[in-house]
């Protein structure tokens, strides 16, 4: 049985170790720090990710994909890190390398040091469910607690949205709608209540999420979306837009002015027991005018006074967009770009229709056609 | 013999219909027949000549516009899926 110091001997002679310019020379390299949350609080290589070491096995496969691209695996000395590099060589990894002398000759050299920004303990104990999941961690609540997300009405598809993304820590919420509260919205508006009735929706909004959770910006737009008016909302930053309109003007508005900056546009509709859901990201895949290059004329649009739902659908469907906005946020997972999901809350399926860019699209095409905002004529009687 | 499901905002002219029947090897025969057997609805799906811009068609769950338009297969016992645009969020009491 060898001894801990002849056992890191020959797993040093068994991999590459490199000194500090050697693996900056390595091109497309992922640094890893493999040391403990502790240490790594105190300070890391810049562009490092963390990953401590009795972790190392689990998630690295999720933080870093690519087995053919250099990984530098550094801990304070590298012992630890030669240790690391010879687990990933055994899990297929083409080139793991030890840093020399770790972190300590890394600082003792002169070389730039990073201080993470770290959640505080009582930010530790709120999203302690998210940072256990390996793909969210610290990091990833750092970015829902730094990220800007807009939701486009604070109605049914808007409650939900509201509420866990607020639950959920993102920084900065912005609520866009000019309506107040009325008794016949408590059936499934769940972000108000009899306290709030006859306010601005989006007072009423602010005031539940920030009982919610303090660590939530809430900026609230009174006023219905109109081409006058949505280029100012959008200056304001936003990243990412939920889009629970309840009307095709503003639909089309929102898609257009979202195509030309670039924004992803989680969508979500609803009618009666069934709903729907996608993303529209521009780059990525199709918009909505892909979709239907235009709304339908007046006196073939769905009769609005016909229609009607039942209470917890824009739930189920304002919850899956908020999962598509929080993992658009994080940069995680599979969003529904060019996927279509259909819900039948009666029959109690899932349906999935691939949409893919239209070259023809009037916006998002090749040769566009509109090319500034179109006022619709609202059809649909409020 | 294909299935056409038919979607919520839809049904009142289908009768009430989830689904309703049509035959047709392309996806212009099956809407015309579709049209024939139910005027109603296949107007708002079909204006004789051309699938309506706010209408989508799908057949096993590919977007005809992409895959051929009103040439495109319609394959027997294929599920054909029409999809209206739906105006969204709070419809009715806003």
Known sequence: MPSYRELLQQTKAEIEEVDGRGAQELEGA??????????????????AIHIPRGSLESRIETRVPDHSKPVVLYCASGERSAFAAKTLAELGYDRPVSLAGGFTDWKRNGNEVALPRTLSPEKRARYSRHTL???????????????????????????PAALYLAAAGVGHIGIVDADIVDESNLQRQIVHSLNTLGS???????????????????????ERLTSENIDEILDDGWEIVVDGTDNFPTRYLLNDACVWRGIPVVYGSIYRFEGQVSVFKVGDGPCYRCLFPAPPPPELAPSCSEGGVLGVLPGVVGTLQTNEALKLALGIGEPLIGRLLIYDALAGEFDEMRIKRNPDCPVCGEHPTITEYVDYVEFCAR | MSVVRV??????????????????????ELLEDLSGRMPSLGEKVYDGSEIRPYVNVYVDGEDVRTSGGLDAPVREGATVVLLPAMAGGTLLDR
């Open chain 2, 7 to 28: 979607p919520p905002v839809l049904r009142e002219e289908a009768g009430g219909a989830r689904q309703v029947e049509a035959t047709g090897a392309t996806v212009r």
């Open chain 1, 133 to 159: 999941i390996p793909e969210i961690g610290e990091e990833g609540q750092l970015r829902l607690l730094d990220s800007k997300i807009l939701l486009l009405g604070a109605g049914g598809l808007g409650s």
């Open chain 1, 200 to 222: 601005p929706k989006v007072d009423s909004a602010k005031r539940t999420i920030e009982a919610l959770n303090p660590d939530v910006q809430v900026t609230t737009y009174r």
């Open chain 1, 30 to 47: 992922t640094w890893v720090d493999v040391r403990r949350q502790d240490e790594w609080d105190e300070g890391y290589i810049p562009g």
